[in-house]
């Protein structure tokens, strides 16, 4: 009888120490599974969407600032010169003024907003990869002009030059919009798949041997349009995703498991 209840006990002790290693495995796996299932590739092509919206929420936000400035600033030199001289030499003033910071500004974006190219070494070859500034960098270029170390002049300068750096900025988001609607979605989602299953930065040579035969400038370039995508030049050319990405999608994942669980609960 003893030596009966000593092998169920057994029994019990191994099935239990079965089912925690089991349990472990599962939640150590349970990104890698998820990766794998379609809730991934549903959040990166909703990331997308998601990123054609806040791009052209970003270039609305960019001109309605820049028009707000521009009557604030027009009708303020409009009203000093006016006054001190004449309508019409105001408004040559204003002309001149917002005309020549325009220009300069114009060709300060097509140098500063332009797509940074990198060299990198794939399969040991030499190549160049074209990156795209992140929307922070353009929203702090707008704004470079206010810098709080500059003169009274040079601050002076800087507002003027707050509203053709706000449009052009968002000239270039709105065409920006436009290649994120280009975005290539079954390679990015590769790509990304890549750099959630690393815990480092990802080389150039890992990426393109996950994608395949493919277009790797493209595909390099379409993630640089996501926001929360790391490019990093020392040490060679590699790819990272920012924190607040994987908790992004840590958030998105939780919230459809507990959808799924509420409709589990309603019989749905």
Not at 1 to 18: A, N
Request: glycine fraction near 6%; proline fraction near 1%; aromatic fraction near 12%.
């Amino acid at each position: 009888m003893s030596r009966e209840l000593c092998q169920t006990c057994s029994f019990v002790l191994q099935f239990y120490y079965l089912t925690t290693i089991l349990l472990v495995q599962q939640n150590a796996f349970s990104l890698a599974t998820y990766m794998n299932k379609r809730g991934f590739k549903s959040w990166v092509f909703n990331r997308i969407k998601t990123q054609r919206r806040l791009t052209g929420a970003a270039a609305i936000g960019m001109v309605t600032a820049g028009l707000v400035l521009f009557l604030l600033e027009a009708g303020f030199i409009y009203l000093v010169f006016s006054n001190a001289y004449s309508k019409e030499i105001a408004i040559f003033t204003i002309l001149g003024v917002f005309g020549g910071m325009g220009l300069y500004s114009w060709n300060q974006a097509r140098i500063d907003l332009h797509d940074r190219e990198h060299k990198a070494v794939c399969n040991n070859k030499k190549i160049v990869l074209s990156v795209v500034p992140a929307t922070s960098s353009v929203w702090s270029w707008a704004f470079a002009s206010m810098d709080p170390d500059r003169s009274i002049v040079e601050k002076i300068i800087g507002i003027a030059m707050l509203v053709p750096r706000l449009f052009f900025a968002a000239w270039y988001t709105w065409h920006r919009r436009k290649d994120v609607k280009k975005i290539d979605s079954k390679t990015t989602l590769n790509v990304m798949k890549i750099l959630f299953r690393s815990d480092q930065s990802v080389t150039v040579d890992a990426i393109a041997d996950g994608i395949g035969d493919v277009d790797l400038n493209k595909a390099i370039r379409d993630i640089s349009l996501l926001d929360g995508v790391v490019f990093l030049a020392k040490g060679g050319f590699s790819v990272s995703i920012a924190p607040r990405l994987n908790e992004e999608f840590e958030a998105w994942r939780s919230a459809q498991e507990s959808t799924r669980d509420d409709d589990d609960l309603t019989g749905r």
